[in-house]
């Protein structure tokens, strides 16, 4: 199998996964790209397709968004991108991937052996935005900003259209940010931009295919998922860092 065939793939399974559950860009695709390309270009990669596939699969949420609740997770984000940045001088994103894979495993092993999903209304909008500004964080220091969100929308109890409805445009926001810095800092090479004009057609397919699919999963379904992704997550990032 050549190296661009496995770069379409891995893009087109990567927008699959984001057009079904809302994140997952990274989670897949990378599974392909680090047997083809090097970490960065993959990293890269990453970023700009899942800013594509978040873009498109938002817009399925879209009478769902209520910016209300949204503002204070966007608002906490963008202010927690830089200071994750100026961390990249005191932790080792490697050492915190494998920390956040650890919790993930654990934190999914227990929810998914519950009878019944717990949730919780404590700390109202000021707990969100603390959510928010971590995910900010981990996003500005190693380009993880979905998973705090992402379990947290879980335990507010909320749809599968109103959790998507938050953390989908805060990911889209943060890794907006992300991919900017990337070019101001001319990280996007020719090469990198050349793959990602490559994958964009097939992110696209990929993630129209999974919106598709999403449509005919209920709410206790969608929760399933979400624990199987983030636990899948955890599993990668731990794995790929200790490896």
């Not at 994750?84 to 490697?94: C, R």
């Not at 654990?106 to 995910?135: E, N, S």
């Not at 001319?186 to 449509?215: D, K, Q």
């Not at 992704?229 to 794995?239: D, E, R």
């Amino acid at each position: 199998m050549t190296a661009t065939v496995v770069v379409v793939l891995g893009a087109l399974c990567g927008g699959f996964v984001t057009g079904l559950a809302g994140f997952g860009t990274g989670l897949t695709a990378l599974a392909f790209w680090l047997h083809v390309v090097n970490p960065v270009v993959a990293a890269a990669l990453v970023v700009a397709c899942s800013v594509v596939g978040q873009v498109q699969s938002l817009y399925t949420v879209r009478r769902a968004i209520t910016w209300r609740r949204a503002w204070p997770f966007l608002a906490g984000g963008i202010l927690g991108v830089p200071v994750g940045v100026a961390a990249l001088q005191m932790i080792a994103p490697q050492t915190l991937k494998v920390v956040l894979g650890i919790v993930l495993i654990g934190y999914t092993g227990v929810m998914l052996g519950l009878r019944r999903f717990p949730t919780t209304a404590w700390g109202g909008k000021t707990a969100d935005g603390m959510i928010g500004f971590g995910g900010g964080v981990l996003g500005g220091l190693a380009g993880l900003s979905g998973p705090l969100p992402t379990i947290w929308c879980g335990l507010r109890g909320w749809t599968a259209d109103a959790q998507r409805a938050v953390y989908q445009p805060f990911n889209l926001i943060i890794l907006a940010i992300v991919l900017g810095t990337y070019i101001t800092q001319g990280t996007m090479t020719r090469e990198i931009w050349g793959l990602v004009f490559m994958c964009i057609p097939a992110t696209i397919l990929g993630a129209y295919l999974g919106i598709r699919t999403y449509g005919r999963v209920n709410d206790r379904q969608f929760r399933f998922l979400v624990l199987w992704l983030l636990l899948a997550s955890g599993m990668v990032l731990t794995v790929s860092n200790l490896t």
